[in-house]
């Protein structure tokens, strides 16, 4: 079973930026999509960005421009750079892993097996 654990989440103000962090272990060293979704009050949790493990990387468009998904496979840390953040981005922040996965599963909706616990961010105007 593959553990999350997610890190980095907080309080900014539009206009600012933040990055969060999950280490990742127990998953598979082929055919694991790595992704972040988000979830707010009243809201459906929804894939945000993903990358797969040839590297490539999916975005929803609200965010396509200002986040950044990478990830370190040395250190088994995925990360999601956060520009510009929008009152919008306010939500739980997730971190996800499903295996035989494509890289556009994440954010078109697709079944996911494993979570971390999420992380707060909280955008201010």
């Known amino acids: 079973q593959v553990q999350l654990v997610e890190s980095g989440g907080g309080s900014v103000q539009a206009g600012e930026s933040l990055r969060l962090s999950c280490e990742a272990t127990g998953y598979r060293g082929g055919g694991f999509c790595l992704g972040w979704f988000r979830q707010a009050p009243g809201e459906e949790r929804k894939g945000v960005a993903a990358?797969?493990?040839?590297?490539?990387?999916s975005y929803v468009d609200s965010v396509k421009g200002r986040f950044t998904i990478s990830r370190d496979n040395a250190k088994s840390i995925l990360y999601l750079q956060m520009n510009s953040l929008n009152v919008e981005d306010s939500a739980v922040y997730y971190c996800?892993?499903?295996?035989?996965?494509?890289?556009?599963?994440?954010?078109?909706?697709?079944?996911?097996?494993?979570w971390g616990q999420g992380t707060q961010v909280t955008v201010s105007s």
């Open positions: 996800a892993a499903e295996e035989n996965c494509v890289v556009t599963h994440m954010t078109d909706g697709g079944f996911v097996e494993n």
């Open positions: 990358i797969g493990t040839d590297g490539r990387t």
